[in-house]
């Protein structure tokens, strides 16, 4: 599988990327209580929040651009390896990041964060079943 790929080990969400450039969502669907992991290209994957303690970005190569719902309440560790990545979102007390290029925005409204980072698109959007 090209792209990124996410699994639960233990209660915690892993989330690995390819060497290519990887857009990857992280959304809280609260309506279904499930945290979904969206690709681009690749069917979502939903896990059970109440299943989730954490969530590990592991972004490995390329210019990765990654969303983090605001409604994410676990603690969040994004490692985006090699390349200039870009992380949108959630910041919260118990939010890591590093990257050998790291570009960081915290926005409350993903249309303006997509303009501003020049996307085609609001990214981030809501995902249903």
């Known amino acids: 599988m090209h792209g990124a790929s996410a699994a639960l080990v233990g209660n915690v969400l892993e989330i690995t990327g390819s060497d290519a450039a990887d ?4 959304v809280a669907n609260r309506e279904s209580g499930m945290i979904d992991v969206i690709v681009p290209g690749h069917a979502a994957q939903s896990f059970s929040a109440d299943s989730v ?19 994410l309440r676990v603690p969040m560790q994004v490692d985006g390896g090699d390349g200039v990545d870009t992380v949108l979102g959630w910041s919260g007390p ?25 996307l085609a698109s609001a990214v981030g959007k809501r995902h249903s079943n």
């Open 94 to 118: 118990d939010a890591t990041y590093t990257s050998h290029g790291l570009q960081f925005a915290s926005f409350t409204d993903r249309r303006r964060a997509a303009r501003r980072f020049g």
């Open 53 to 71: 303690a954490s969530v590990r970005i592991l972004g490995q190569g390329g210019d990765d651009l990654i969303t983090l719902d605001r409604e």
């Open 23 to 26: 857009q990857v969502d992280v």
